[in-house]
């Protein structure tokens, strides 16, 4: 990973949250944005509670979720998700930058999951910091799996291939381009470009036909020609670099 983009994700989970919910005028349409961090005491404008706080007792026809932030509270995650999915409304995801970690699993909940080609999401098992002896540890990392299985349920709903497949796309920290996150089923169109800034091109090399340095390319050029969603031309699998850091210590999912 390079340096900017360690300082652009660290950058913006010490931003403030931005929670807005607009009523489109005349019309049974609302917006509803969820930008910067997700979840819990520290986070609480992009709580569950808050979240639900804006959608009671609104009857709506059409809800349109704009998403752009790193991560956060697994459970937060998964409430909001859960309070989306449970709402009359037909929702409707459009990421505007990127859904990471919890924010991914909030997409989940969309109907329609709308990705310009500029945007990322990132899929990743469940993390937090812990001290204590070797029991609390062993403890701490039992609770992480029963978390991992319950986030990994909200992607499978989804996910065009199999079980295996998608634990080792979350293992392996995922970054995923919107003709990807569309070739694995977790997206359903691409979109044309939006204004955002956008994240360093990490890969400098040219992959030559046939070969896969990692294993989510391997599944895109499997997946990619089959799934009846993507109407666009099957992606040309990009090479990532061989050493791979783990960013698990900067989107917190367990709190």
């Known amino acids: 990973m390079s340096k900017e983009l360690k300082e652009q994700i660290m950058n913006m989970m010490g931003k ?9 005028e005349d019309s049974q349409e609302y917006t509803l944005y969820i930008y910067g961090p997700i979840g819990g005491f520290i986070f609480s404008n992009n709580s569950a509670q808050g979240i639900r706080r804006k959608l009671q007792d609104v009857d709506a026809e059409k809800i349109h979720v704009h998403i752009n932030s790193p991560g956060g509270s697994a ?11 449970n709402h009359k409304a037909e929702i409707i ?21 709308i990705m310009p080609e500029n945007t990322m999401m990132m899929i990743h098992r469940a993390s937090t910091i812990e001290w204590g002896n070797a029991a609390l540890f062993e403890k701490t990392a039992a609770d992480l799996r029963k978390v991992d299985k319950s986030l990994a349920a909200s992607y499978k709903k989804r996910f065009v291939g199999e079980q295996s497949e998608l634990d080792q796309l979350l293992d392996d920290e995922t970054f995923l381009t919107a003709e990807e996150a569309v070739a694995f089923g977790l997206a359903d169109t691409v979109d044309d470009e939006i204004e955002i800034q956008e994240l360093e091109d990490l890969d400098d090399d040219d992959d030559e036909e046939g070969i896969y340095e990692n294993y989510k390319d391997k599944l895109v050029a499997k997946y990619a ?16 670099p061989a050493a791979k850091q783990n960013m698990s210590k900067l989107f917190l999912n367990l709190k």
Not at 16 to 24: G, I, M, P, S
Not at 225 to 240: C, D, I, L, R, S
């Open 16 to 24: 403030k949250t931005d929670v807005r919910f607009e009523a489109n």
């Open 75 to 85: 459970f937060d995650g998964v409430a909001i998700g859960n309070l989306l999915k």
């Open 93 to 113: 995801v459009h990421v505007d930058g990127w859904a990471a970690s919890a924010a991914s699993v909030i997409a989940m909940a969309g109907d329609k999951i």
């Open 225 to 240: 020609p089959k799934n009846p969603k993507n109407n666009n031309e099957p992606p040309n699998p990009e090479p990532t």
